[in-house]
């Protein structure tokens, strides 16, 4: 997954990219910076990962 960061392109997992968001929705919705952030936005990001499979799966299940 392709991610530009200033000039530089850089290739992340989708995973990473979801706890990214995830931790920078946290910081800007608490204005700090918890130990526990990084554990919370990768346990956000898993979750969204499992909704995603699970909607895919849901979506081929209709169309088949």
């Known amino acids: 997954f392709p991610v530009t960061i200033g ?5 992340i997992e989708l995973r990473d990219y979801f ?5 920078a929705s946290l910081i800007t919705e608490t ?3 918890l130990d526990t952030f990084a554990d919370d936005a990768y346990e956000i990001a898993d979750k969204m990962m499992v909704a995603r499979d699970k909607r895919r799966e849901e979506t081929q299940t209709d169309a088949g």
């Open 7 to 11: 000039t530089r392109e850089m290739n």
């Open 19 to 23: 706890a990214a968001k995830a931790m």
């Open 31 to 33: 204005g700090l910076i």
